[in-house]
């Protein structure tokens, strides 16, 4: 894809994020790849709801150098990180969505509870170790969080999700709240019912390998 191309992509995801309500305000950040050595992300303090393709920064992966009007999202480090360290991935994007962050603050990891969740998302969905934001320790809590996953909790702030296209990141983003909500839910019911780890595990690698090959063309 285009320069322009993915800085539409980005700019309609931030804002479709904000429908959604799986964000408020300025908070959360959204990338995508756009080559091996640069991304392109949403800049800093901006709402959502006003931003613009051309508002939209790219950052050098290797170096952190920033070209644009703007400065990108604080929390970029995480975003370079993860593109440096799963080569496959193109799309990532940070949410402060409801339920997911209650359970972050709960420091749980989410089981599979749904066939779904457990080809998109994983085996489970981890929580990370605490860190304060914006740190290199962080960063590291999450991509060790995110090993073998496509989404991850980050203790006492929020959610990442990351996809081989923006669509599979987004998709990620949704069923990561639908699954915390049923697992919220389903703690006051009694003791969810889970897919056992093997299975889910098979669900993953079988949806990796062949459900969405076409994502990695």
């Known amino acids: ?13 931030g804002k479709k994020l904000l429908a959604d309500r799986l964000v408020v305000r300025t908070w959360g950040n959204v990338s995508h790849r756009l080559d091996e050595d640069h991304m392109i992300i949403t800049p ?35 975003h370079t990180a993860i593109y440096l360290n799963r080569r496959n991935i193109k799309a990532v994007i940070h949410t402060h969505q409801e339920n997911a962050s209650i359970v972050a603050a709960c420091r749980r990891d989410v089981p599979a509870i749904f066939d779904d969740q457990a080809q998109l998302l994983g085996p489970s969905v981890r929580v990370t170790k605490y860190a304060p934001s914006n740190t290199k320790k962080l960063v590291k809590n999450i991509l060790n969080s995110l090993k073998g996953r496509n989404a991850a909790l980050i203790a006492n702030h929020g959610a990442v999700c990351i996809g081989r296209d923006m669509e599979e990141a987004y998709a990620a983003s949704l069923l990561l709240e639908k699954a915390c909500k049923a697992f919220i839910e389903g703690e006051f019911l009694g003791q969810v019912k889970t897919i056992s780890k093997f299975q889910a595990r098979l669900m993953h690698q079988h949806y990796l390998s062949k459900y969405s090959k076409e994502a990695e063309k």
């Open 1 to 13: 894809m285009s320069e322009s191309e993915i800085r539409e992509i980005v700019c309609a995801t």
């Open 44 to 78: 800093s303090g901006k709402l959502y709801d006003k931003l613009q393709p051309e508002d939209m920064v790219i950052v050098n992966l290797n170096t952190s150098k920033a070209t644009g009007k703007y400065k990108p999202s604080s929390e970029y480090k995480m």
